[in-house]
């Protein structure tokens, strides 16, 4: 089955830029997305088709995906930014996510 | 507002049955797709199931395929996980997620706030 692999855990300062990689295989020809879910709530969908923004979602975060790497970065990130992250794809009318990565900003 | 309030949820034992219902209103419900994604306490995100608007195709994960169904009622606006054969590793918070396409598996765009499924005797 296909997997996707994320760093467990990262923690950045305020205002520096936080990237957190998502690995599978060829995952460039795949499209990702990425979740936010801060402690008690429900996830927040932050990044679709590898790099676009939903509507209400800061411009500090951004995507990309190529080979077998999609990155979501956190630009200038924020104490509001602490949270645990999750890429997504899909693949053979499968969902498949990522093991979530914890980031923390202090 | 796009709301999604998922209901049914609770205490049950081993290899009982359960229905999940999840209520969704503020889109046209018959428009999108729609997905049920668990969490058990204190881990990651794992999908479950998923239906077209018109339910012509199904899809689910490989460890409750056979028995779990996902079915709508796009007349009453609903979605439902009929789980049977519970098991203990079928605790998690379920989550209702709406899809921003119809008849493809694209984005969970929209979650609910979940609801809590605990097998145990």
């Known amino acids: 089955s296909y997997e996707l692999t994320q760093p467990p855990s990262l923690s950045v300062s305020p205002g520096q830029t936080a990237g957190i990689t998502c690995s599978g295989d060829?995952?460039?020809?795949?499209?990702v997305c990425w979740y936010q879910q801060k402690s008690g709530q429900s996830p927040v969908l932050v990044i679709y088709?590898?790099?676009k923004r939903p509507s209400g979602i800061p411009e500090r975060f951004s995507g990309s995906n190529s080979g077998n790497t999609a990155t979501l970065t956190i630009s200038g990130t924020q104490a509001m930014d602490e949270a645990d992250y999750y890429c997504?794809?899909?693949?053979?009318?499968?969902?498949?996510f990522g093991g979530g990565t914890k980031l923390t900003v202090l | 507002e796009i709301q999604l309030v998922e209901s049914g949820g609770g205490l049950v034992p081993p290899g009982r049955s359960l229905r999940l219902s999840c209520a969704a209103s503020?889109?046209?419900?018959?428009?999108?797709?729609m997905h049920w994604v668990r969490q058990a306490p204190g881990k990651g995100l794992q999908w479950v199931a998923s239906?077209?608007?018109?339910?012509?195709?199904?899809d689910y994960a490989d460890s409750v395929k056979g028995r779990f169904t996902i079915s709508r009622d796009n007349a009453r606006n609903f979605l439902y996980l009929q789980l049977t054969s519970l098991r203990a590793e079928d605790t998690a918070f379920y989550y209702c997620?709406?899809?921003?396409?119809?008849?493809?598996?694209?984005?969970?765009?929209?979650w609910g706030p979940g609801t809590l499924v605990t097998v145990s005797s």
């Open positions: 997504q794809a899909w693949d053979s009318n499968t969902g498949v």
């Open positions: 503020g889109f046209t419900f018959d428009d999108f797709a």
């Open positions: 088709q590898d790099r």
């Open positions: 060829e995952l460039g020809d795949k499209y």
């Open positions: 239906i077209y608007w018109n339910s012509d195709r199904m």
């Open positions: 997620a709406k899809d921003s396409s119809g008849s493809s598996w694209h984005t969970f765009d929209y």
